[in-house]
């Protein structure tokens, strides 16, 4: 309640009743996260993240496909997202299967834009660096945008012909940039808290790093036709 009533109960549908928050605030729910390894590691771990969200959620437009809140998708309008569970060391849903499901489903959207995300970037600069076991072909498959934090950092990574972001700026202190920038970084940040803003129109989508005090740290315009990148 203290975090996520105070700062998400007017997104989260079913919100529970607390000091932040007068419950019940949305209809449908407005908030998908991805699991991240302190969902498993820290509180009441899985069950209570389980226990606390319904996701994707009654009323969200979803293929429905996966059976599972770990890894799922929701749709809006022209954009279809599919989240996935990257941290194998406690998942009880194997990376195979999603493997399975992300190539089945994003072949199967007619989105014009498909994003991915999930917690351990597959490419980054920082401190906690590449995470092999994320590195699918999503290009191939037909993803537009993958989407990841864990490092505590930003960095826009074009690869494969398409975008990679790293947006993990939102809590805890920044981490340094450790490691020489990997191949199609085009830029890192790592001394703001902030968040990454999304735009999705039909011909084009962009990105931007919006720092805690409002400032636009990085931005980039990515037109439908340029992909792949």
């Known amino acids: 309640d203290g975090a996520v009533g105070k700062h998400y109960c007017a997104f989260i549908a079913g919100a529970r009743k607390g000091s932040h928050c007068a419950g019940d605030e949305v209809a449908v729910n407005r908030f998908f996260p991805s699991t991240g390894n302190h969902d498993y590691s820290d509180g009441g771990g899985i ?35 599919f989240v996935l569970d990257s941290d194998p060391d406690y998942s009880p849903t194997s990376l195979d299967a999603q493997q399975v499901w992300l190539r089945s489903a994003l072949n199967a959207s007619a989105a014009t834009w498909k994003i991915v995300h999930f917690h351990h970037p597959p490419y980054s600069s920082g401190e906690q660096g590449d995470h092999a076991r994320m590195q699918w072909p999503y ?18 990574i074009v690869r494969d012909g398409i975008l990679y972001l790293v947006c993990g700026m939102g809590g805890q202190e ?3 940039l450790s490691r020489a920038r990997v191949p199609g970084s085009q830029a890192a940040i790592t001394d703001v808290y902030g968040a990454c803003l999304f735009e999705a129109a039909e011909d084009a989508i962009s990105v931007a790093l919006v720092t ?4 636009v740290r990085d931005y980039a315009l990515y037109n439908r036709s340029a992909y792949p990148l």
């Open 47 to 81: 069950d209570e993240y389980r226990d606390y969200f319904s996701l994707p959620g009654a009323g969200v437009p979803t293929s429905g496909t996966t059976g599972s809140e770990l890894y799922y998708d929701h749709i809006h309008r022209h954009v279809h997202f």
């Open 174 to 176: 920044a981490y340094p």
């Open 139 to 156: 290009a191939q498959w037909g993803a537009h945008v993958v989407i990841s934090g864990h490092d505590h950092n930003y960095e826009r």
């Open 212 to 215: 805690a005090d409002a400032a």
